[in-house]
C-alpha cells in the first residue's frame, strides 16, 4: 500500500483517510466523527439495494467468469486458492487508535479465527482487509494488506476492486427480503455488471447455493422470496450471494452470534466445505466454534486502553492445546474476554 508505508515506528500519527484514497459511491458515507457505519456494514434491518454491493464486497468492474466458454475453447482449471497478508496494520478513529501494527498471514485455503475479548479491534482488522474501514469518516490506517502479493490499498486500484475479490459476510444476515432466493444469488452479477444468460444463471444459483449448503432445502422453491427463509437459511443465502462474483477471500463476521446452536451447526460445516474453494477469515466469539472450523488462529487483546495487538497466532490445536502465552491460555479457557 503506497500511503501506508508511512507506518510510524514510534508515535504513530493517525492518517485521514479521506484525503487518500477515492471517496467511496455517495450515499456509502456517514458524516461526523462518531459517525455510525456505512449502511452496508449495518447488520440489521433490510438492506438497500446500494448497500448490498458493500455487503458482499462486490465492485463496479467485473470480467464475466460466469458466461459460457467460447466454442472450441477449453473448460477453465479451478483458480488456485489466495492467501492474504496484513503488515504493520495499525488503525484508528479520529485520534483513538485501536490497533497497533498487527501482522498476520491468511493462508490459502486454510479458516483463520480471530478471537479476543470485545472491543480489541477484530472487526476493524477485518474491515481494514477488504477496504470498509475507510468508509468511517474519522478513520485512519497504516500497514499494508496484499492479497497473493498485490497491494489492494495501491492507489491506482479502485476501492471496489477490494471488495470483489474479498467478500464479507456480517452477523446479521441481511438478503433482500422480498426479492426472490434465485434472484437474491444473481444480485451481486448485476451490480458488477456482469451480464449472463438464463443458463449461466440457473447454473450459477445452483453451484452457489450447494456451496453455501442450501441448496437441497431450497431448489424447490427459488422464486420465493429470501425473507421467508429462517435465520440460519438466510445466513447461507447471503454466503451464497457472496458467492456468487466468485471473492478469493471471504471475510465473516460472528456469522452465527444470530442463529441458534442448530443453524451454527451447519455453517459450520458450509464454512469447512467452502475452504476447499475459497480462503477465509472469521471473527468469533464462541471458542468452540474456533476450534471446530478454523486451522488457524489469531488471539488479539487491548489491555488497559491500549490499542489492539496480536498476543499469539499459530495452529488453531496449539493455540488451544499448548498456547504460548498464559493470556492466550486464559482467554482460551474463558478465564476472561
Ligand atoms: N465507527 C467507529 N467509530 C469510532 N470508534 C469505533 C468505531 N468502530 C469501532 N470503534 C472502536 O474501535 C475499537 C475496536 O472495535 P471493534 O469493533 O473492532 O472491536 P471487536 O474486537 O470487533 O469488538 P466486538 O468483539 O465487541 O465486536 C472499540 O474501542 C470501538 O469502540
Not at 8 to 34: C, E, I, K, R
Not at 48 to 70: E, M, N, R
Not at 211 to 240: F, H, M, T
Request: aromatic content about 4%; glycine content about 8%; some cysteine.
Amino acid at each position: 500500500m503506497s500511503v501506508p508505508n508511512s507506518v510510524p515506528n514510534s508515535v504513530p500519527a493517525p492518517q485521514p483517510l479521506d484525503s487518500l484514497f477515492p471517496a467511496p459511491a455517495q450515499g456509502q458515507h456517514a458524516s461526523g466523527v462518531h459517525a455510525p457505519p456505512p449502511a452496508a456494514a449495518v447488520t440489521s434491518g433490510p438492506p438497500t439495494a446500494g448497500s448490498i454491493a458493500a455487503a458482499d464486497a462486490v465492485g463496479t468492474t467485473a470480467v464475466d467468469p460466469f458466461l459460457p466458454p467460447s466454442p472450441g475453447s477449453q473448460p477453465q482449471p479451478q483458480a488456485p486458492l489466495s492467501s492474504l497478508v496484513a503488515r504493520d496494520i495499525s488503525a484508528w478513529f479520529g485520534t483513538h487508535q485501536v490497533l497497533d501494527r498487527v501482522s498476520l498471514e491468511m493462508a490459502a485455503g486454510e479458516v483463520t479465527a480471530l478471537i479476543g475479548p470485545s472491543g480489541c479491534g477484530k472487526s476493524t482488522f477485518l474491515r481494514i482487509l477488504n477496504r470498509m474501514h475507510e468508509l468511517v469518516p474519522s478513520a485512519g490506517l497504516a500497514g499494508e494488506v496484499e492479497l497473493d502479493g498485490e497491494d489492494i490499498y495501491e492507489r491506482s486500484r479502485k476501492l471496489t476492486d477490494a471488495r470483489k475479490h474479498i467478500g464479507m459476510v456480517f452477523q446479521k444476515p441481511n438478503p433482500f427480503p422480498a426479492m426472490s432466493i434465485y434472484d437474491n444469488v444473481v444480485a451481486g452479477l448485476k451490480l458488477t455488471g456482469v451480464k449472463a444468460g438464463k443458463e449461466t444463471k440457473d447454473e450459477l444459483v445452483q453451484r452457489c447455493l450447494t456451496s453455501a449448503g442450501l441448496w437441497n432445502e431450497v431448489k424447490d422453491r427459488l422464486r420465493s422470496p429470501g425473507g421467508g427463509l429462517s435465520g440460519g437459511q438466510q445466513q447461507r443465502l447471503c454466503i451464497a450471494r457472496s458467492l456468487a462474483v466468485r471473492p478469493r477471500v471471504l471475510l465473516m463476521d460472528e456469522p452465527c452470534s444470530a442463529l441458534d446452536p442448530t443453524s451454527t451447526r451447519v455453517i459450520e460445516e458450509t464454512i469447512k466445505e467452502l475452504r476447499q474453494e475459497v480462503t477465509i477469515v472469521i471473527v468469533t466469539h464462541n471458542m468452540q466454534q474456533a476450534a471446530r472450523v478454523s486451522q488457524r488462529c489469531a488471539f488479539f487483546l487491548a489491555s488497559q486502553g491500549t490499542p489492539g495487538v496480536i498476543v499469539e497466532h499459530g495452529d488453531t490445536d496449539a493455540m488451544f492445546g499448548e498456547p504460548r502465552d498464559q493470556r492466550t491460555h486464559d482467554y482460551v479457557n474463558g478465564r476472561f474476554g
